[in-house]
């Protein structure tokens, strides 16, 4: 088994909506979480077992959140996109709803799937969803934090993300190459650093 | 195809009664069932619990006939199905709607009682088609939205009392004062999703799911009748199924 988290379009559900309008819907949502889950097991060599009460009410917990803090300027909503699935992370890391009947047969315990397998089905998830939207909206390839696969982040994100259920939310950012703010990571107003597209990310690149 | 007959008579009162008769036995099977498994070893006592339970399970299949000939013989007579694909902005304005809306309104409400673990209720699809019949008179209905409309026909069928019956199931997944408000408000709410029918019993699920997980809300504004905040639930949530 690769060190690199493995993520692919390919694993979504289709659909004739554009993804961030598909990703709000219960229906494809759940499709889609199936479909992640179900090929990291195969590719952990453990089968997940989903508890779909759980996955509605972190679906409900995540629209609500989108809600609360979707931004009303134009320029902002770019970003908010890139955001809004480190809100999912969040929300699917405090409440689990998979477990694994036993421990992964093709991930050694050293590597974060075999670590945590549960949050790391979560993860590619999220970074699936987040790479397939980010594509279609605005053909930015998402690159992941070369140090995704360090056990000694994943001992730590076990850890605060316990005692902390916002730490997810920065986690999943920092995985995105974004430094989050560990005051508030779940807080988009509050974020630091520059965004997909937002005005001042735009000076720099040109 | 519609058969083309002089005199249509209303296969409706036929069928529901059949369906009252078929939940009467099938809630009375099941309390025979309960008390038959208290009747332990042989003797008279089993022999009897026995002989009711073989009774009792004649009689379910024989009004689930019966239930099925009156199914059939409505839809010779009317020549329509039931449509799962129509949305309510789609009926927006359109006549006469009441019984093809008010059978659509019976299946989607019994499959989410069942999906939710409570179809020990009954609907009446006699009260569905009463509520069709006055919510399509309500002042204001065409320059209503979707959300106003479906609000307006989820207290019609509240006020109807579609969904009868005392007796919740303690496996459903919603509490008893809720499970008439959530099933109601999910079938309102699938009706204003576009879908194919491919995909209709798979968004009328995830309505269902939504509706039960926002529970408490749903069970308020209904206790409430508060049609704005029925509306404003109805429209936050459409996008969503």
């Given at each position: 088994?690769?060190?690199?988290?493995?993520?692919?379009?390919?694993?979504?559900?289709?659909?004739?909506?554009?993804?961030?309008?598909?990703?709000?819907?219960?229906?494809?949502?759940?499709?889609?979480?199936?479909?992640v889950?179900?090929?990291?097991?195969?590719?952990?060599?453990?089968?997940?077992?989903?508890?779909?009460?759980?996955?509605?009410?972190?679906?409900?917990?995540?629209?609500?959140?989108?809600?609360?803090q979707?931004?009303?300027?134009?320029?902002?909503?770019?970003?908010?996109?890139?955001?809004?699935?480190?809100?999912?992370?969040?929300?699917?890391?405090?409440?689990?709803?998979?477990?694994?009947?036993?421990?992964?047969?093709?991930?050694?315990?050293?590597?974060?799937?075999?670590?945590?397998?549960?949050?790391?089905?979560?993860?590619?998830?999220?970074l699936?969803?987040?790479?397939?939207?980010?594509?279609?909206?605005?053909h930015?390839?998402?690159?992941?934090?070369?140090?995704?696969?360090?056990?000694?982040?994943?001992?730590?994100?076990r850890?605060?993300?316990?005692?902390?259920?916002?730490?997810?939310?920065?986690?999943?950012?920092?995985?995105?190459?974004?430094?989050?703010?560990?005051?508030?990571?779940?807080q988009?107003?509050?974020?630091?650093?520059?965004?997909?597209?937002?005005?001042?990310?735009?000076?720099?690149?040109? | 195809?519609?058969?083309?007959?002089?005199?249509?008579?209303?296969?409706?009162?036929?069928?529901?009664?059949?369906?009252?008769?078929?939940?009467?036995?099938?809630?009375?099977?099941?309390?025979?069932?309960?008390?038959?498994?208290?009747?332990?070893?042989?003797?008279?006592?089993?022999?009897?619990?026995?002989?009711?339970?073989?009774?009792?399970?004649?009689?379910?299949?024989?009004a689930?006939?019966?239930?099925?000939?009156?199914?059939?013989?409505?839809?010779?007579?009317?020549?329509?199905?039931?449509?799962?694909?129509?949305?309510?902005?789609?009926?927006?304005?359109?006549?006469?709607?009441?019984?093809?809306?008010?059978?659509?309104?019976?299946?989607?409400?019994?499959?989410?009682?069942?999906?939710?673990?409570?179809?020990?209720?009954?609907?009446?699809?006699?009260?569905?088609?009463?509520?069709?019949?006055?919510?399509?008179?309500?002042?204001?209905?065409?320059?209503?939205?979707?959300?106003?409309?479906?609000?307006?026909?989820?207290?019609?069928l509240?006020?109807?009392?579609?969904?009868?019956?005392?007796?919740?199931?303690?496996?459903c997944?919603?509490?008893?004062?809720?499970?008439?408000?959530?099933?109601?408000?999910?079938?309102?709410?699938?009706?204003?999703?576009?879908?194919?029918?491919?995909?209709?019993?798979?968004?009328?699920?995830?309505?269902?799911?939504?509706a039960?997980?926002?529970?408490?809300?749903?069970?308020?504004?209904?206790?409430?009748?508060?049609?704005?905040?029925?509306?404003?639930?109805?429209?936050?949530?459409?996008?969503?199924?």
């Open positions: 088994m690769s060190d690199e988290p493995v993520f692919s379009r390919a694993d979504l559900p289709p659909t004739n909506e554009p993804l961030r309008v598909a990703a709000r819907r219960l229906r494809w949502f759940r499709a889609a979480f199936a479909r889950v179900g090929r990291v097991g195969e590719e952990l060599g453990c089968a997940f077992e989903i508890d779909d009460s759980k996955l509605t009410q972190i679906f409900i917990r995540w629209l609500e959140a989108l809600d609360r979707r931004p009303v300027p134009k320029e902002e909503r770019a970003a908010f996109l890139e955001f809004a699935s480190s809100l999912a992370f969040r929300e699917l890391v405090s409440d689990l709803p998979i477990r694994t009947s036993g421990s992964p047969m093709r991930a050694r315990r050293e590597m974060p799937g075999g670590f945590w397998p549960e949050a790391y089905a979560c993860m590619i998830f999220c699936t969803v987040h790479s397939a939207t980010l594509e279609q909206e605005y930015v390839a998402t690159t992941i934090d070369p140090g995704v696969g360090d056990l000694r982040s994943w001992w730590s994100f850890e605060n993300a316990q005692e902390d259920h916002a730490f997810s939310a920065g986690f999943f950012q920092k995985l995105l190459g974004h430094e989050p703010n560990w005051f508030v990571p779940e988009f107003r509050y974020r630091v650093g520059r965004w997909l597209l937002e005005p001042e990310a735009d000076e720099t690149r040109a | 195809m519609a058969m083309n007959l002089p005199f249509q008579p209303d296969p409706l009162p036929l069928r529901e009664g059949l369906r009252r008769l078929r939940h009467v036995v099938r809630r009375g099977g099941e309390t025979a069932r309960e008390v038959a498994g208290g009747a332990m070893g042989g003797g008279e006592m089993c022999i009897a619990s026995r002989l009711a339970t073989a009774v009792i399970a004649e009689m379910e299949r024989i689930e006939e019966f239930d099925r000939m009156a199914s059939r013989a409505a839809r010779q007579a009317f020549g329509h199905e039931e449509d799962l694909t129509t949305t309510l902005d789609e009926l927006h304005g359109n006549a006469p709607i009441g019984p093809s809306l008010a059978s659509t309104l019976y299946t989607a409400l019994s499959l989410v009682l069942k999906h939710i673990g409570s179809d020990t209720l009954f609907v009446s699809e006699l009260a569905a088609r009463e509520a069709v019949k006055r919510w399509q008179v309500l002042p204001g209905r065409r320059q209503a939205s979707g959300g106003q409309l479906a609000a307006g026909l989820a207290m019609q509240v006020d109807r009392q579609v969904i009868r019956g005392a007796h919740v199931d303690p496996r997944v919603v509490a008893a004062p809720a499970v008439r408000p959530v099933t109601i408000f999910a079938v309102m709410l699938w009706l204003l999703v576009a879908r194919s029918p491919e995909e209709s019993e798979a968004a009328l699920i995830s309505a269902a799911d939504i039960a997980a926002i529970a408490e809300r749903v069970a308020f504004v209904f206790a409430e009748r508060d049609e704005t905040g029925l509306v404003a639930l109805l429209e936050k949530y459409r996008n969503n199924v």
